[in-house]
């Protein structure tokens, strides 16, 4: 009893110390590259035809993702892939920033959003790798309510405090190119601050389990389970019918932030960058809080 009340692994790192930090994250670029982009393309001056378009593409990382997993497991260990990853998003966000003033902004700006979402995508695969290496079946449940929420927030403050920045700064300085670029700014001192941080406090235990793993994992393997999925019975009426479900949510959240910011004379509600924000924030801080107390 004594064991599951308080876990303690080979590491000698408790598990809060760093799965909040891990999963905030893991929500952050995803927010960033789905969400943020499309607000900052608006206020820049792009088509709702042109930003419907270019993001969309932007999402194809985190569809495929399964295909390069098995890279993530065989190559180096789940930490050293999630620094890695953090370092470059980090750096990935700071590119965005200095390219915003260019006045080729939008292909350099969209070239460093699908860098940032491959990155993103193979953080979730070695997060969640490494969130199942480290810990036991008991932890693992004890904490999947911990990990969802801390994703959740990541996204709050991502669609939140990031978007209700650029607005304050937008207002503040009169110039959407420099508030845009002081707000990338800050999410890559944020993520540079995150691997800092990860560095430290993120147990390493991983990597002789992992090197003894990997000498029994091949490329063929890979292809074996793959293939040996597809043969599950009514696979492809589940594939279809997940699909399906998650469609309209997905092709919604398209056109909504671009319905909210256009003006009324284009049937919009005409909303300002800092009113996004914080409805983004405050809403569904709100909802999250009110979901969580009926929960309990």
């Avoid at 789940?78 to 953090?86: A, E, F, T, V």
């Avoid at 995150?194 to 393997?221: I, T, V």
């Avoid at 019975?233 to 910011?261: D, V």
Wanted: proline share 5%; aromatic share 16%; hydrophobic share 50%.
């Amino acid at each position: 009893m004594g064991k599951h009340l308080h876990p303690q692994l080979t590491s000698g790192k408790h598990p809060l110390s760093w799965i909040p930090s891990l999963y905030f994250a893991e929500g952050i670029p995803y927010v960033i590259v789905t969400v943020v982009s499309m607000v900052m393309y608006k206020r820049m001056g792009l088509s709702n035809v042109d930003i419907a378009l270019y993001t969309s593409w932007l999402q194809i990382p985190w569809v495929i993702k399964p295909f390069w997993s098995p890279i993530v497991d065989m190559l180096r260990t789940k930490r050293w892939w999630i620094l890695l990853m953090q370092l470059v998003i980090g750096a990935g966000l700071a590119g965005v920033a200095f390219t915003l003033p260019a006045s080729h902004f939008v292909q350099y700006s969209l070239a460093l959003f699908f860098l940032l979402a491959f990155s993103s995508a193979t953080h979730d695969i070695a997060a969640d790798g490494f969130y199942m290496l480290e810990l036991t079946e008991h932890e693992q449940t004890l904490y999947v309510g911990m990990r969802n929420t801390c994703y959740r927030i990541a996204t709050i403050a991502g669609q939140g405090l990031l978007v209700s920045m650029a607005g304050f700064l937008e207002a503040y300085l009169r110039q959407p190119v420099k508030a845009w670029m002081y707000t990338f700014w800050a999410a890559a001192a944020l993520f540079f601050a995150l691997y800092g941080y990860h560095y430290f406090f993120m147990p390493d235990p991983e990597g002789k389990q992992q090197d003894k793993a990997r000498n029994h994992l091949s490329l063929g393997s890979v292809f074996v389970t793959f293939f040996t999925f597809f043969q599950k019975p009514h696979i492809l009426t589940a594939l279809a019918f997940m699909l399906l479900f998650r469609s309209p949510e997905a092709l919604l959240s398209k056109i909504c932030p671009l319905f909210l910011m256009d003006p009324y004379t284009q049937g919009g509600l005409g909303l300002s960058t800092s009113e996004i924000g914080f409805g983004a924030g405050h809403c569904r801080g709100n909802g999250l809080c009110s979901g969580a107390s009926s929960a309990v």
